[in-house]
Every structure is written in C-alpha cells, then in structure tokens.
C-alpha cells in the first residue's frame, strides 16, 4: 500500500497516477490529550488505519496525483535519525574533497554512529527546499528513508526490519562547513520525505533499490542500496542500542557518492526503484 498526505493534511491512498483521498480512515485514531505522544499517531496506528482506508477506498473522491501538493507522508516524527558515510565511494570522495569535509575528519560510520537532525527541518515535495545561506555551498542527498512501524528497543539483527512500517525518499540537505552535522543539516526544510509511504509489505527488498537523483535533468547520483556499508537491519540493531525507535521515527540511511551542490530556481527529481518518484524545488 502506498499512502501519502496531500493538500490541506489530507490522506490519500496512491492508486496509479491517481490518489483516493481516504482522510476519514483517520477517524480510527484514538483521541488524544495533553501532552502528545512523542511519537507518529498515523504510524502507531497504522495496521487499523489500513483496514479504514481499504474500506473507505470504496467510495473515495480521486484526483490526478499530478494536481495534488504532496506533503511529508510522515507528519510527526519524534526522531529523524541519520547515517553518515554509509556508502563507501560517498565516504572516498568526501574525504577526497576539501568543500565536503572541510578539515572535519571524515572516519567511517561504524567511528562516527548516527545524528539526529530537528524534527522541524521536515518538509514534503510540494514544499521546496529553502537555501538559508546561499553564500555557502548546499548539497543534495538522496537516502533511502526507513520508517519505524512499532516500538524498538535493543533489538536483534534477526528482529530489526520487523519493525520498519515502510520506505519513503530522503533528502538530507546540508549545508557544507566546519560546524556539527545536526546543526547544518537541521535548517528548516532541509529534510524532504516523499513522495508516499511505501508500505514495507510492498517492497520485497529493501536492500536491493536503485537510487537516482538529478539537477536539472542532469545526473548527479545514480546508486543502489546493496552498497550501503551498514544495511538496514544493522543500522536498526545500532540505533537501538543507544535509544528507543518509536512509531514514525525516521532513518535516513546515508547518501551515495555524486552529492553536489543545489542553487535557488533548480529543480530535483529522485526517484527510488518500487517507491515513487518526487520532484522539489530549490529556492
Ligand atoms: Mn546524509
């Protein structure tokens, strides 16, 4: 199932090039008080959810997927978390390239672990990446993004994708420069997940999808995710070794080689095989 968030918060159910907006299987969710959950509500719930949405697919209003604005499918994440280096020719040429890596060590991720960037830095596709200083150089990131379905705490290899509720695009805009990567990776809008949430039941191998990024038409990252230095599983059993993995965390997992840099008026198309493509605007 591949179910995104469009327009004004509504829900859609992806269907072709169309979107049935499924908005009223919200009604499933359980009301809620002050203080909120720390965690995705949608996500939490989503196998009651599923059922709503297949039953009130039925009678659904449709539009074209090309009229809609596509929000992030995932609206209340409590992390999102990220892995730097993860591929190995990424890890070469940042070491390679003074602009990237900018007299930071740049150490393997298994040195370095993981970092968080701000829950407020997330947009979806129709919202355009912002460039907040365009005198420093800005690069692109594509990531295949994991979702986090159930709670995880400390958990094995064998567990780890168990608990993964689906798979969306990732950009992990950053700012190049000396200072910490959550800092220059934390700028509003410079986290991007969409097009919509590929249900995990609908991806038959995460650890076999091809990553395409361009700028302008040109290729600028062409990749797939059987080269990550650590897998999906691994970077779940790693993250959870430190903290708990709710409903809708987010895990960005590491960039391949080809990142560059974006200027306001260009325009990003990525696409990742079995979910969907997106195209952002840089402003
Ligand atoms: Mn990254």
């Known amino acids: 199932m591949q179910i995104c968030r469009f327009n004004d918060n509504r829900l859609g159910l992806v269907d072709g090039d169309k979107v049935k907006d499924v908005t009223s299987a919200l009604d499933v969710l359980p009301a809620q008080h002050y203080p909120l959950p720390t965690h995705d509500l949608m996500i ?50 940042a070491r390679a390239d003074p602009q990237i890596h900018h007299q930071n060590q740049i150490a393997e991720i298994q040195r370095v672990g993981l970092f968080l960037k701000a829950t407020s830095s997330l947009v979806g596709p129709s919202e355009s990446v912002t460039i907040r200083h365009p005198d420093r150089r800005t690069d692109h990131e594509i990531e295949l993004a994991a979702i986090i379905g159930t709670r995880a705490d400390r958990v094995t290899r064998e567990q780890a994708l168990a608990h993964v509720a689906g798979y969306c695009i990732g950009f992990d805009i950053t700012v190049r420069g000396p200072e910490e990567r959550s800092l220059r990776k934390s700028i509003d809008s410079y986290t991007v997940l969409g097009p919509w949430l590929t249900t995990a039941d609908s991806v038959a191998d995460p650890s076999s999808l091809d990553l395409r990024l361009t700028v302008g038409g040109e290729v600028r990252q062409q990749a797939n995710t059987r080269d990550l230095i650590i897998g999906i599983a691994d970077l779940i059993v790693f993250a959870t070794s430190f903290y708990t993995l709710m409903p809708g965390d987010v895990l960005l997992t590491g960039t391949p080689e080809g990142v560059g840099p974006i200027k306001p008026g260009e325009v990003m198309d990525a696409t990742i095989s079995g979910l969907g493509s997106m195209r952002v605007e840089v402003r």
Do not use: F, Q
């Open 44 to 93: 939490a719930n989503l196998p009651h959810v599923r059922e709503a949405i297949t039953t009130v697919a039925k009678g659904a209003k449709s539009y074209a997927l090309s009229d809609v604005r596509l929000l992030s499918p995932i609206a209340n994440p409590g992390k999102i978390i990220a892995a730097p280096v993860n591929y190995k020719k990424h890890l070469d040429e």
